[in-house]
């Protein structure tokens, strides 16, 4: 096992996005090599993917929708997965991986992932159980490969946080600061290791079990460039840029903002246990109120920073991406961890409103904030 690209994460978005670009990748000769995987959490479906992930075959991606006018209804072989390993059952071979062959790290932990564990502490540096948390194991195996005298990382987190590179680093050196650790690895770090802001960008609307996705044409990961990356691969739909912020507004403020808002209307009147993103938009009400948020509320704040073509034109998609008849994308999982969402998703837009000066009333939005508070 000598995978140079080490993953956190067994969602179906990792499955049918970065783990589907690599394999595509890999066949044509333009990846790192292969991923190994690591399972963070304890619960049921993502040991029964580890296990899946282990057996010989690889897993299917379906990719269904329209792209370009066109149907698309393809099945890809995903087999670019090394290993799956379990942090609290394989933390030692974890970490004699991190500190020898892997060049990146992937991570997708989930809406709370980058919350910390009063339970973890420095006596785990040299421990053979994991840290609790997600940026404490990550501080454990960066520190094991500075003692190892191993090269710095690559790091890509793709969660769903603004900057989430430079926010996941700045927790990790807080939290090795926090523990005593010395300059020299602080610098390590900090400093040493590349802590890639990114987004990635795919609507992944159902599971395969036991290992497997089906998701939409519609796919990009925007990597805002750094000295010294190491990409794990390269893609047709991988975007390097100077500018991530624009995208990362966009993505945020048009089509996950629209997601958390049908999923609060789910949440709070009695629609059906199983409605999709597909029905939503055909009720002709919800499809209104949310078209009137988006004009209303959200697209002036665009207008204000000079960006209204590019966002209508991402909205248009967006548009299309909410009507793909081919996906059944059920609101209650878009539901999930839906309180913390809201933070992300629409207080920022309120925000950043206010911030240029706008008089918008942006009723929608406080409200559903309010009921959040409430």
Known sequence: MAS?????????????????FVQQAL???????RITVVQTTGNAQSAQRVAAFNAPGGYPVRIRGRADGVVVEQEHRVTA???????????PAIRALAAGPVRVIVSNTGDRGYELS????????DADTPPRSFPAKLLVLLHQRYLQGAAPVTLYPCELVANNGSVLRELVCQLARNWGLDDGFLAYLGGACVWINSLVDRIVSEPIEPAGAVAEPYAIWVIEAQPNMVLPCTH???????QLEPYERRKLFLLNLGHTFLAEQWLRTSRAVDETVLQAMADPDLRAQLEVLWEEEVLPVFDALGEADIARAYLAQVRDRFTNPFLAHRLADIAQNHEQKKQRRLLPVVALAAELDLTLAQPRLRAALLREAA
């Open 4 to 20: 140079p690209i080490l993953q956190f994460g067994t969602s179906r978005f990792l499955q049918a996005h970065v783990d589907l």
């Open 236 to 242: 047709p739909q991988i975007v390097v840029t100077d």
């Open 118 to 125: 009063a339970q973890d502490g420095p006596a785990l540096l």
């Open 27 to 33: 066949e044509s000769g333009q990846a790192l090599g």
């Open 81 to 91: 997965i090394e290993a799956a390993l379990q942090a609290d059952r394989d933390w």
